[in-house]
């Protein structure tokens, strides 16, 4: 099928008579069957553009969805709206239970063995599959499988990273994100698993924000672009042997939280709301994103106006996403998020039901889950129409997938663990999303026989993939974990030749002289959400954060030996003291699993050269306000040097350190 484009229309008209019409009305009646919308709600759902020319519903195929639903009980309907933890379910259990779907969350492996190989997971995948196959319903329903594959399928050992979203913004290639989204989804097949909770959506606006380096870019444009891009490169057609569900997420705002602060309030206009965190929504459903994942921040309008918890809106996720821009397919809620909604429990929220979430991710408490759900539709707190339309959208994914024609795990990649290796096209990702942001006729260092690598991130996999990396953090893992790949001092041994490269982790006791140059590779240690936040009134100051990197550089500096520095890191961050200590300085970010690529840069191997430009401003003070005001940017958005661009300066004006912001 070829996809068509969507068209948006600013319209005046209220949102109560757009629910009626057009498109809307063929997805969602529930607004009107719950009463329709109060003058605020009505005022946000008109902001949003009208998604005029969204995917048309195959009669045949609604029919038949129809009659399915129709003869299900009420228990077989909400077992197939439960997403449990594969590590909380057996595959007896989907069977028993008419389970439509399951996860592995980070650190999730089959029978919790870290090192599970391609045909472990495959093995798992097949049981469940069957599984769902094996229940007593009229038409079997097939199970799909969530994982989050956020730069590439990271769960799993033995497959290539690419870098993360932060650093492809840098590269801001559509057609090279589209790719990037095809090998995932192989490697993704390659377990059996048939869906990726990705691509993230967030327009960051503040770099405190431990999931800064999810997002693209604070330009809602490159997120738009890159996020569809990402869309279609993971579905493909979503019919075809080695296509998987992709998900945007997490609608919507979960980039601009005041202060950063992870699952906080995000304190936009409506104007902004609509404009900037929308964005990546607008690409993505024209991309025909099959699932959207609901975000656990709130929202608060302008500051002043609360709207809640994003998971217990039935405005935005019912008025706006499945009215306004009339999305058909399901929408998941994110891990235990329900509970957050005042009232509710991790396993009972019919405010979250009647909010318009068809999927909900209960990955312990899913058992209850249904039994309090049923109970809340016999005692009328959830109508049955509202259960009835979840299920449709469940259903409409899976048959649009073609999952019931193929309901098994088997496919031409599962099983295999070379499908997993995408080494090459990491390498060309890593090497176009690293920004030269200073080089004083340093590089590249075509010249050079003798190199002197210092610093804990040359030779670290943890440190160069950062969060979401065999585990939820990205840590507790070694070089051991990472069989496939190739370090920063990996690579410029292969390089300059391993007898001229000599590596100290921190240059204690080192003599540079008698070395041509010194590659310092200093960064952040791995983090994820929650973990990741820099909490206000923290300085976003590198030093302030791993001080040992600045004393580090200090050793080096100004001893007659250039030196470059490398910085891996999962946000922009304050850095002047650093750049005063480096002849040349490179932002790494997260590159993955293929770090050593850099070393192609720095050696300007084959004319390489640097390409990638800031997708986030680099600020000037350790206490950024957040939204990179110029005022605050040591280097806008767009800054990026090349070998034919190099930036000659003096020493720039520090800060001096401090504890706290004021």
Known sequence: MKIRSAAYLSSAATALLLVGCGPAAMISTTPLALGGWSKDEAEVIAAFPVRRNAQILDAARERRIADIVAGMTLEQKIGQMAQPSILSITPDEVRQFYIGSVLNGGGGWPQGKKHATAQDWAKLADSYAKASLATDLAVKIPLIWGTDAVHGHNNVVGATTFPHNIGLGAANDPELMQRIGRATARQVRATGINWAFAPTLAVVQNQRWGRSYEGYSSDPTIVASL?????????GNLTGDGDVLASGKHFAGDGGTFQGVDQGENRASLTDYVAIHGAGYYSALDAQAATVMISYNSW??????PHGKMHGNRALITGVLKGRLAFDGLVVSDWNAIEQIPGCERDHCPQAVNAGIDLFMVPENWKTFITQTALDVREGRIPMARIDDAVTRILRVKLRMGLFERPTSAGRYT????????????????????????????LPLSGKKRILVVGAGADSFARQSGGWSLTWQGDETDNKDYPVGETLLGGLRRVYGAANVSYSLDGVGTDPRGYDAVVAVIGETPYAEMKGDVRFPAPLSHSARFPEDRALLDRFAGKGVPVVTVLYSGRTTYATDL?????AFVAGFLPGTEAGAIADLLGGRANLDFSARLSFAWPNTACPTGGEPVAEALLPRGFGLSYRVPFLTGRLTEQAPIASCP
């Open 227 to 235: 996020g569809g891009a990402m869309v279609h490169g993971l579905q």
């Open 300 to 305: 608060a309008r302008g500051g002043t106006q």
């Open 415 to 442: 099983g295999d663990s070379t499908a997993l290796v995408e080494r090459e096209l990491a390498q060309e990702a890593v090497r176009k999303s690293a920004v030269l942001l200073k080089n004083n006729g340093v």
């Open 579 to 583: 750049l005063n200590r480096s002849d």
